[in-house]
């Protein structure tokens, strides 16, 4: 009788996670052959299952068709730098505030916390118009320096949340032996605090780089040509056929693989991120 | 080396004063038990020691200079904690090294250290492991070691055997202790099990609702308890308390069984101690179980009441003794054997018999 029970169950759960499954992944299934169809085959209705593959969108992510560079390479180079360079400040000023909220008395501490959290509660598209003035008159407008520091301000909220959950998981203990062991305070952190949370900075790394990597709608206002990044350039595809959806895809399915090993590579301690603190020891 | 004072030292969490003007001094090389129920202050006054409290008035010095404004790692100190604090990243070798890997030692200095305080506590064949993978007594051995593997002035310990199986802990008592006579660092420890303070301490601190009670060798405590709370505290069974009014006249304590009155005379040495108290005076009479001695026939000096219970424990016998509302203990050696629920006669042992001031609590 319970054998029977678990084996029902079992079936059931395989079938559960292939039915997510299949929903998750077929945006990128769909994305993937989209590339590999010509123009005509894209637009059919009935969609078409079965086709010959052209690489013929791969070649349009780099050149148009009368031959001239597309830039993808300049857009993909400034996705890289940006989303690097904002995870690093993020996870970095994150990890610091995070520990102090974590560990010391500061006054008006829940409230603090609040405010950090609320600057990741309006949308993007409300703050715009007033970044895009401010951004203007600081001259921040289209450069690396001025998307580094919005998306590093906009992840900040994200990674002082997270990191601060993983601290507050570490026993003051292992601090207070490393005092007594004769260290500093900041060496107590470093060597002490930093390994045990490799995990959470993994984690808030992913999510931040991701967050970066995705980001549209401030980059497709804020940037035109110098400090343009993957997402709003590719949008933009428009040939005198109207939408090129095969040559967007092309490109998107360039730009996910990236995320997609990237996330693969750290599954596990991304996934541990995600579930830390959730099952008491 | 050092010794340790604390100075009318007070430290306070919000309302709570944890640590209540407490004055001791811990000398060079002695090994010092701060013993308490929890809560006491024990471990508050421990930290404070270490510079992991700030307190709040008084003075901490350590070898006669002051100390209050030190960080830890000026201090000097090795603390071990009672959950050990093993640093879950490293190995049990690099564990130990870490207080040394601060110290701009050499390379292979450190090595040697690290392997001498593994070998002292036979831990050598657990170093490449780390702490999750250890069980409780090795991962003490390894704290103990981390403590050990510099020569601070001063061990701060934290009942570090609480967490261990009673045979290791019993086991790791003596280990201690020896370790501890061999080098003569002054060590702070602080338990709440009485018998691991008796066993080991050269003094023991009692303290309760942080204050300290009593300071003295084992056997000052054990045999002449400043107050109520360490006669209760220290020894197990605990002291018995049979409360009484002294009698003037006699030279002796009335002690009210049920509507009746038991006369009991003090003995010479009780008595010149106490010659100036006045008649009717509320006392309390404090002997220890193996100062009560059961007859099975009536005596001199002896008064009878029913032996309810015997619990027989392999080393010793422990009586239950009543009369009315009195309710005693009596320890004996296992060979005598009295019959239960049958009436006993008992007499006191008159070096065993100790008064207490019902109000003030403290010793007469």
């Known amino acids: 009788m319970h054998r029977k029970k678990s084996r029902l169950n079992r079936i059931l759960a395989w079938a559960g996670l292939i039915i997510l499954l299949l929903i998750f992944l077929f945006p990128l299934y769909w994305l993937t052959v989209t590339a590999l169809k010509t123009r005509s085959q894209i637009v059919s209705i009935p969609p078409m299952f079965f086709f010959t593959p052209t690489l013929e969108n791969f070649r349009g992510v780099f050149f148009t068709d009368s031959g001239t560079d597309t830039n993808f390479k300049f857009f993909f ?21 995070a520990y102090s909220v974590s560990r010391f008395k500061i006054r008006g501490k829940d409230d603090l916390m609040f405010f950090i959290l609320s600057t990741r509660m309006l949308p993007a598209v409300a703050t715009l118009v ?11 407008s289209d450069t690396v320096h001025g998307m580094v520091l919005l998306y590093t301000m906009f992840n900040l909220g994200f990674t002082v949340w997270m990191m601060k959950s993983f601290f507050d998981e570490i026993p003051f203990e292992y601090e207070e032996a490393a005092l007594m062991d004769g260290y500093s305070r900041w060496e107590a952190f470093i060597k002490v605090v930093l390994p045990q949370s490799v995990t959470g900075l993994a984690a808030s790394a992913v999510f931040s780089l991701i967050a970066c990597w995705n980001e549209f709608v401030y980059g497709a206002i804020l940037t035109t040509r110098y400090a343009r990044t993957v997402p709003p350039a590719v ?39 995600l579930t830390f603190g959730a099952i008491k020891k | 080396m050092a010794s ?59 070898d006669g200079e002051v100390v ?21 990243h490293l190995t049990a070798f690099e564990n130990i090294a870490f207080p040394l890997r601060t110290q701009n030692m050499n390379h292979n ?83 709440h099990d009485q018998v691991e303070a008796m066993a080991m301490a050269d003094r023991i601190a009692i303290m309760d609702k942080g204050v300290l009670q009593q300071v003295g060798t084992p056997d000052d405590v054990y045999v002449s308890p400043a107050n109520l709370f360490v006669a209760n505290f220290i020894g197990s ?20 069984v049920n509507g009746e009155t038991i006369l009991y005379r003090l003995p010479v040495n009780v008595k010149q101690s106490i010659s100036d108290i ?73 070096e065993g018999i100790r008064l207490f001031d019902r109000k003030t609590e403290a010793a007469i």
């Open chain 2, 278 to 350: 006045q008649d009717g005076t509320e006392l309390i009479l404090g002997i220890r179980p193996e100062d009560v001695y059961i007859h099975t026939e009536p005596v001199d000096d002896g008064f009878d009441c029913q032996l309810v219970l015997m619990e027989a424990l392999g080393s010793e016998n422990i009586h239950h003794l009543q009369r009315g509302n009195l309710h005693f203990v009596s320890r004996t050696s296992p060979a005598d054997v009295y019959p239960v629920g049958q009436s006993v006669w008992v007499t006191l042992e008159t």
């Open chain 2, 237 to 256: 069974p605990s002291m018995n308390f049979i409360p009484c009014n002294y009698d003037a006249a006699s030279h002796g304590v009335r002690i009210p």
């Open chain 1, 235 to 273: 949008s933009v595809r428009v040939g005198h056929e109207g939408y090129e959806w095969g040559k967007i895809a092309a490109t998107a399915f360039m730009y996910v693989v990236p995320v997609l090993i990237f996330t693969f590579l750290v599954r596990k301690s991304l996934l541990r991120g």
């Open chain 2, 68 to 88: 209050n404004n030190k960080r830890p790692a000026d201090r000097d100190m090795a603390f071990c904690f009672q959950q050990y604090a093993l640093y879950p």
């Open chain 2, 109 to 191: 200095e450190v090595n040697q250290r690290v392997r001498e305080v593994g070998k002292l506590l036979k831990i050598e064949d657990i170093f490449p492991r780390k702490p999750k993978k250890l069980s409780a007594g090795d991962q003490q051995r390894v704290a103990l070691a981390r403590a050990m593997v510099r020569q601070p002035k001063v061990y701060l310990m934290d009942e570090p055997l609480s967490n261990l199986d009673a045979q290791v802990r019993v086991d790791m008592r003596a280990e201690l202790r020896r370790l501890q006579i061999n080098n003569r660092i002054t060590t702070v420890y602080v338990t």
């Open chain 1, 130 to 140: 007033p970044l895009f003035l401010m951004y203007r008159s600081l001259r921040l």
């Open chain 2, 4 to 62: 340790v004072e604390l100075h009318d030292v007070v430290k306070r969490f919000g309302q709570t004063v944890a640590v209540n003007h407490v004055n001791l001094k811990i000398e060079d090389g002695e090994f010092l038990i701060l013993l308490g129920p929890s809560g006491c202050g024990k471990t508050t006054s421990l930290r404070s020691i270490a510079g992991l409290e700030d307190v709040d008035e008084g003075q901490i010095l350590i």
């Open chain 1, 77 to 97: 180079k400034m996705s890289i730098i940006i989303s690097t360079l904002s995870t690093f400040f993020s996870v970095l000023f994150g990890a610091l505030a």
